[in-house]
T-cell receptor, first 121, second 111 residues
Framework: GAVVSQHPSRVICKSGTSVKIECRSL??????MFWYRQFPKQSLMLMAT?????????EQGVEKDKFLINHASLTLSTLTVTSAHPEDSSFYIC?????????????????FGPGTRLTVL | GNSVTQMEGPVTLSEEAFLTINCTYT??????LFWYVQYPGEGLQLLLK?????DKGSNKGFEATYRKETTSFHLEKGSVQVSDSAVYFC??????????FGTGTRLKVLA
């Protein structure tokens, strides 16, 4: 099936610094990627939808200036948490929507990355 | 708006026991329904799905039936194994590409 990777898997940073998380579709092209945030014992909350070559669409309540999303190519989207604070500590998961012809799934299926655990001290 | 309610865990079972994880949803229209599984240290994997009422999704011995009358999509397995220990997420997708997830249910199977 289609594989999505995330890097790094875990990151610890000091308050006030910025952290970049990468999401890559390894064996397929993803015109659309999604960024989720997961709090302990809570569901995945969609933060934004990232389309290759255009600005991301953010969900209500998500600060676009705080969570910068760039989808520069059909296989890479990045999420940058700017000026991170302890309340930004969370598990961030990306997913990629398969394009036509992707093996192992339908066009409409999303494939998820393993997630990135961010801890802000 | 759309929402998914999933039974709270953790669920602890002995090997070969019967598993049910309840999931109910609220949605306008006719959403597609999914169960995803997350093994330790890994990403979410699609376990099964159903796209219309009365459809039954099945995979690896797991089953779930799309029940429109009760707005439910309960996950079942007749005989669980230790290797089934994971977190299970119920999700729905409405008319857009957005997924709405439940809170996840952790399953622990003891040998």
């Amino acid at each position: 099936g289609a594989v999505v990777s995330q890097h790094p898997s875990r990151v610890i940073c000091k308050s006030g610094t910025s952290v970049k998380i990468e999401c890559r579709s390894l064996d397929f092209q993803a015109t659309t990627m999604f960024w989720y945030r997961q709090f302990p014992k809570q569901s995945l909350m969609l933060m934004a939808t990232s389309n290759e070559g255009s600005k991301a669409t953010y969900e209500q309540g998500v600060e676009k200036d705080k969570f910068l999303i760039n989808h520069a190519s059909l296989t890479l989207s990045t999420l940058t948490v700017t000026s991170a604070h302890p309340e930004d500590s969370s598990f961030y998961i990306c997913s990629a929507r398969a394009g036509q012809g992707t093996s192992g799934g339908s066009v409409d299926e999303q494939f998820f990355g393993p997630g990135t655990r961010l801890t802000v001290l | 708006g759309n929402s998914v309610t999933q039974m709270e865990g953790p669920v602890t079972l002995s090997e070969e026991a019967f598993l049910t994880i309840n999931c109910t949803y609220t949605a306008t229209g006719y959403p597609s329904l999914f169960w995803y599984v997350q093994y330790p240290g890994e990403g979410l994997q699609l376990l099964l799905k159903a796209t219309k009422a009365d459809d039954k999704g099945s995979n690896k011995g797991f089953e779930a039936t799309y029940r429109k009358e009760t707005t439910s999509f309960h996950l079942e397995k007749g005989s669980v194994q230790v290797s089934d220990s994971a977190v299970y997420f119920c999700a729905l997708k409405g008319g857009t590409y957005k997924y709405i997830f439940g809170t996840g249910t952790r399953l622990k199977v003891l040998a």
